[in-house]
């Protein structure tokens, strides 16, 4: 069973920032079925790395989109990206080093934080973005 369930809810109606959001659930699940399942080591070290990745890519793009159009919300918005990268940046290197095993409270730490930013702080940038013509 899925941690996250998407829904429509979580729809920003920006097309790649959707996907992307969408992307970012499923490796979410991925981990968390991996960690339910027990699989390897390596197997989950693997997920976590392309999660830490693709979330570093996704802010990027984000960022982007801000500067590009003037988001006056932004360096706020950028400095909780900041924060949620250095976060799973530690869980990462702390489970390379054997000092992590993934737990049901780092899973809901990641669930909670996407939830909550895609549902609050992204949906603070969607009428300024749409007015600027991006979708």
């Known amino acids: 069973m899925p941690l996250i369930n998407w829904d429509n809810s979580y729809n920003l109606n920006i097309a790649k920032i959707d996907m992307q959001h969408q992307k970012l659930v499923r490796l979410i699940n991925?981990?968390?079925e991996a960690m339910l399942a027990?699989?390897?080591k390596d197997k989950v070290g693997t997920i976590i790395f392309s999660l830490v990745e693709y979330t570093k890519t996704h802010f990027n793009d984000e960022e982007q989109i801000f500067d590009k159009h003037g988001y006056?919300?932004?360096f706020a918005h950028k400095?909780?990206?900041k924060r949620f990268v250095n976060e799973i940046s530690k869980f990462s290197n702390d489970f390379d080093k054997g000092d992590l095993m993934l737990?049901?409270?780092v899973m809901n730490f990641l669930?909670?934080?996407l939830v909550k930013h895609i549902k609050g702080?992204?949906?603070?940038y969607v009428s300024f973005l749409a007015a600027k013509g991006v979708k």
Do not use: F, I, R
């Open 111 to 113: 669930k909670d934080w």
């Open 30 to 32: 991925e981990l968390h």
């Open 79 to 81: 400095q909780e990206h």
């Open 72 to 74: 006056p919300g932004s």
């Open 121 to 124: 702080t992204d949906k603070n």
């Open 103 to 105: 737990s049901m409270k």
């Open 38 to 40: 027990g699989k390897a």
